[in-house]
């Protein structure tokens, strides 16, 4: 009927019926032809029909029809396997006690290990629309960000990882990584720690801890009376070494930090401090360089294989400081040496007991105004001796002196003081020693074969190290 019809909500949520003009007959089965006529179907308001036929108030304009709402599905989920969201806990000792400095890490996964998977929201409970069609209101969905070394299943549920390391998830991006993030201090929060890979810790290494790991270990705060081993990495530190006497600090690679004080340090290869190293005893492989800001060393032992590059080392206070170059160039050049000097020190004793015979053959023969043969023999015997003694001694002393010749030039492994070195600094290089009886300025120091040298220098060789 053109006077009655129905509007439909673009949702289908609601069905309005419109009557435009009064009509003396209306019907309940009118009313319900129309819906039908329009498709209708469901939540129609019968309570409603029954008051337009009764009460006859027309024109109008009346909600006749609602959807019936769904119940909201429950929400997605995650189902960790391995889960990064959990802090580190103590393990329990025999006796029952909780070892917080060896603590169970809870984000370690192995190469194709499951880490976490995806559960699907439900559809919840279904509703209708005013023309009988299903309508869902599901949980909301669960969606992760992909980061590095992740492996997502087919189904895009499931997720795994394609390396050996450590699970993170931040941001709602989830990675694994061969570098193991400690996000604060190493302390009684992470226990030690101990990783195949690098190690990157944003805090301190707080005394007592022990941080072991195969490759390099960055550490943005201090390092305490802590013990450090990096296999075949570097270490590197932003601020400094705060040792007091009990920091261990090893290395297979360098060292770069801020400064070092009471700590022992052995490092395989090269050493950059930026401040100072104070009370220390300081081992490298390669170079040790303290060129920047105060560039002090200043008690302990400071020692390389390569070469020491430093502003000022000692005190005037004299503080005991030593500095030296030890390494396999001077052992091999003091053996060979050695060796040189030893046997020329042999066949002078050898000779000075020949000649003292001799002597003594020569007062016996004066006394007697002759020798028995044997003297006489033995005496021929000796000067046939002395000559060959005499000769292998010069040859040995023209054999060192060519050793002392050819070796003068090679002292690149030098200590550069672009400063000062105080007065009361020992210098050690090789196994030789120089005490510093008063201050030098801008000096380098090498070894010339037996002896330290001191000379001036130019700072730009200095920082060449």
């Known amino acids: 009927m053109k006077n009655i019809k129905v509007i439909i909500s673009n949702d289908q949520m609601l069905a309005t019926l419109v009557i435009s003009r009064n009509i003396p007959d209306i019907s309940s089965e009118m009313i319900y032809s129309t819906l ?75 190469k194709g290990q499951e880490i976490v998977s995806i559960l699907p929201p439900s559809k919840g409970i279904p509703g209708k629309t005013v023309t009988g069609e299903l309508i869902f209101r599901p949980g909301k969905e669960i969606k992760i960000e992909i980061g590095e070394n992740i492996i997502v299943s087919d189904d895009g549920y499931t997720y795994y ?18 570098i193991k993030y400690i996000n604060g201090d190493v302390s009684f929060r992470t226990g030690n720690i101990k990783y195949n890979g690098k ?8 005394s007592g801890f022990r941080v072991e790991a195969t490759d390099t270990i960055f550490v943005e705060g201090n390092i305490e009376a802590a013990d450090i081993y990096s296999q075949k990495g570097d270490v590197v530190v932003s601020l400094g070494i705060v040792g007091k006497g009990r920091a261990k600090i090893l290395a ?15 490092i395989k290869n090269n050493i950059i401090i930026e401040h100072y190293s104070i009370n220390s005893e300081v081992f490298a492989g390669g170079t040790i360089s303290v060129i920047q800001k105060e560039g002090l060393i200043r008690g302990g032992k400071v020692f390389a294989e390569k070469g020491i590059s430093a ?41 000075f007991l020949l000649n003292k015979r001799k002597t003594f053959l ?18 021929n015997t000796i000067f046939t001796k002395i000559n060959e003694i005499v000769e292998r001694i010069e040859d040995l002393e023209a054999e060192k002196n060519d050793f002392i010749e050819k070796n003068k030039s090679k002292h690149n492994n030098s200590i550069f003081v672009q400063h000062i ?38 700072e730009k060789e200095g920082k060449n190290l």
């Not at 109008?60 to 396997?81: M, T, Y």
């Not at 190690?199 to 707080?206: A, N, T």
């Not at 030296?324 to 030893?342: A, H, P, W, Y």
Request: net charge neutral; proline share 2%.
């Open 36 to 110: 039908k006529e329009y498709g209708v179907t469901n939540g129609i308001k019968d309570e409603i029909i029954q008051k337009i036929i009764h009460e006859k108030k027309m024109p109008l304009e009346i909600v006749i029809a609602n959807a019936s709402r769904p119940e909201k599905g429950k929400d997605g989920k995650l189902i960790w396997q391995i889960d990064p969201t959990i802090p580190a806990t103590p393990k329990i000792n025999k006796n029952g006690k909780a070892d917080f400095k060896h603590l169970q890490q809870h984000n370690a996964v192995n």
């Open 161 to 178: 990882s394609a390396i050996k390391g450590y699970v993170s998830f931040s941001n709602n991006k989830l990675s694994v990584s061969n």
């Open 199 to 206: 190690v990157h810790i944003k805090g301190d290494i707080r």
């Open 252 to 266: 297979g690679g360098s060292l770069y930090c801020g400064f070092i004080q009471d700590a022992l340090v052995n």
């Open 311 to 351: 502003l000022e080392v000692g005190s005037i206070k004299g503080i005991v400081t030593e500095v030296g170059i030890s390494g396999s160039d001077f052992v091999e050049l003091d053996s060979q040496l050695q060796k040189i000097i030893k046997e020329e020190e042999r066949q002078k004793t050898e000779l």
């Open 362 to 379: 020569e007062l016996l023969e004066n006394r007697l105004n002759n020798l028995s043969l044997n003297k006489q023999q033995e005496m």
């Open 421 to 458: 070195i105080h007065k009361g600094v020992t210098v050690s290089i090789g196994h030789l020693q120089y005490y510093v009886d008063k201050q030098f300025e801008k000096v380098k120091i090498y070894r010339n074969v037996n002896e330290v040298v001191f000379e001036n220098y130019s």
